[in-house]
């Protein structure tokens, strides 16, 4: 009996003294996002040019510190994934080159869960960190735009994504890359960052044309956290 309650106290302490040593963050960031996708399957002579496409992201994090060096990072956010494949040409009226083309934009945004691991260097005012891990995204809803252009978007057709179809995957999966700084900041920390994801798996796979389209993005990052 006395040895298991010296066994219990021990167990007691050692927790007591890793939940001191640890910090819980939880805040909300904010973002702007350049998103783009990769095309395989098809003939690359056919594969069209795709553009990047802008969007602000935000959510809310977590991180729970496990020591001085090496943190885990979570939360939830809200994001979109996409693109757009511009056609153009010029024709001449009176003389004059007049542009005109057209403009198909794909969007779709997701609920995205990421789990990271973050490793931390600086003092107690500034840290530089990066942090890596996979997270998952869940469709919620999407768009094709078709667009006629010259010197402006016209507007043709505004479609609905139907995730429901085989063609669209619902659930993402996507590996992560961030750098950036934490800076100390009253109960916080404001954290300033820039991040890279690139898709595991297809967003769009179309047996019919042979043609897989794979998300990826790059985001520049603002946040703020607070210690608990």
Known sequence: MRNTKIKLTAILILGMSFHLSSQIFVGAKIGLTQSNASVSGINPSLTPDLNSISSFSGGLTTEFTLDNLLS?????????????????????????????????????RFIQLPLHLKASVGNSKIKGFISAGPSISYGTSGRIATYASTFIDFGITDQSIDFSSDRYNRILASGDLEAGADISYGNGKITTSISYSKGFNEFLSDSAVNINLTPSALSFNLGYAISF
């Open 72 to 108: 885990l990072v979570s939360g939830i956010s809200y994001v979109q994934k996409g693109f757009s494949i511009h056609e153009s040409t010029n024709i001449s009226v009176f003389g004059l080159n007049v542009p005109l083309g057209a403009k198909v934009e794909t969007s779709a």
